[in-house]
């Protein structure tokens, strides 16, 4: 767990939490959140079972006390058109440069337009298949990895954060209406740490050390 130094906020959030053992019936629950009026950014469901134990010391907590915790460790919400967004994004990014180099090379050789055109096209494409293979891995390495079925036999946790009694009463709705267990509302104080932050572990010079930059 990170210490009191990592903790860069802490907040104070009233929410309505649930327990399901399906990873489609979450999935189809947070999709009916958000077509409600819930924003994307208010609904947090429960990270990967190694990350769950890791910041929870590898105790063993039911899911239904694990969703009262401010220990336990939670991730935004990303369903199916989130990634499948960032993989057409990625292979768009990924084909259109591979392509560009291509023919700006091939333009270099003196190659006719038309070969050109073909060869840089057939390139990217190529390029854009394999740039999502990696992509898709990391996105579904819970399911790779063959946790996604242990996570489902947990118990998997949502997060929804409400602002008015009209809200929670909706949002206890819907998750009940789709399966979930304990679904109950509580207030918790979350702390942010680095951890939480998009690409925190993303390290841009290799040769950096642990310590922050700009400490004495």
Known sequence: MSGPSDVLDQLRTREVTGVFHSRRALDTAAQDLLSSGFDRADI?????????QRRLHYQVIPAADLADMPAAARRPYVGGDDRLGL??????VV????????????ISREITPPSVIVVSVLGGIVA???AI????RVMQRDRVRGLEAAAEWDGLLIWVRVQSPEKEALAQEILLRHG????HIHEIDIAKTADDLPLHSLRPDPWLGNEP????
């Open 44 to 52: 947090d469901i429960s990270a990967s079972p190694d990350e769950q």
């Open 87 to 92: 993989e057409v994004v990625t292979a768009s």
């Open 95 to 106: 084909g259109c440069v591979v392509a560009l180099v291509i023919a700006l090379y091939l």
């Open 128 to 130: 854009a298949a394999v």
């Open 133 to 136: 293979r990696p992509l898709r």
């Open 180 to 183: 979930g267990e304990a679904v």
């Open 213 to 216: 930059l700009g400490r004495p």
